[in-house]
């Protein structure tokens, strides 16, 4: 079918941040007093939003002060050295979306202030008409966008790399797409039965 919108997530989708994300994990468990994990342990574990993740923990401090607290250790692990890449793919696709009049968007949980510089850095952010950071509740944000951007969203596509982004999605109505580059295996989101299974990003221009 032909879109008449495309929204991406951001981190394991467009930025690569895995390891940074990693670093912040793992200060906030020291701060809450949980025991640390590998990054193999945590790259094929994670599963959930931070808040989401404590809360199963017994962390009991409100989504605002979890949030602030992950901020600030992804800002360490920033000035660590520890920082994102983009995927050597986005470029190549977002342009051909540009060429083709296809509007884009980005939907993500990541720290708006972190998604914006990074868009700044990759060279990404002239290529998108949104950029929804902060999203803690991505079905509504999904549709917010598509709102925003005068789409229906049975006729746009979220690409994302998690199963939480398949399954928000599917709930707010968007063809859903899993790309096997970013947190989840590729496993992981086929057991989600999305629309669409890309093994990186580029599989995503010939349905287009």
């Avoid at 008449?4 to 940074?20: E, K, N």
């Avoid at 342009?95 to 083709?100: D, M, R």
Wanted: aromatic share 10%; charged share 20%.
């Amino acid at each position: 079918m032909k879109f008449d919108a495309i929204i991406f997530d951001w981190s394991g989708t467009l930025s690569d941040d895995r390891r940074p994300v990693y670093e912040a994990n793992i200060g906030m468990r020291a701060h809450y007093g949980l025991p640390s994990n590998t990054f193999e342990e945590f790259f094929h574990t994670t599963r959930m939003t931070p808040i989401e993740f404590f809360r199963e923990n017994g962390i009991m401090d409100s989504s605002d002060e979890i949030y602030a607290l992950y901020r600030k250790f992804f800002a360490q692990s920033l000035e660590a050295g520890v920082r994102p890449s983009v995927y050597p793919e986005a470029h190549e696709v977002l342009s051909h979306l540009k060429n083709a009049g296809i509007p884009t968007a980005v939907v993500s949980s990541h720290p708006n202030i972190f998604l914006k510089q990074e868009a700044q850095e990759y060279l990404l952010a002239p290529f998108f008409e949104i950029l929804h950071g902060d999203a803690r509740d991505k079905v509504s944000a999904l549709k917010d966008v598509c709102q925003i951007l005068g789409v229906e969203p049975g006729r746009s596509l979220y690409v994302g790399d998690t199963t939480h982004d398949i399954q928000s999605a599917r709930e707010a109505g968007l063809t859903t797409a899993g790309v096997a580059t970013g947190y989840h295996t590729q496993e992981a989101l086929e057991s989600q039965s999305p629309d669409h299974l890309f093994l990186n990003l580029l599989d995503l221009l010939p349905i287009i």
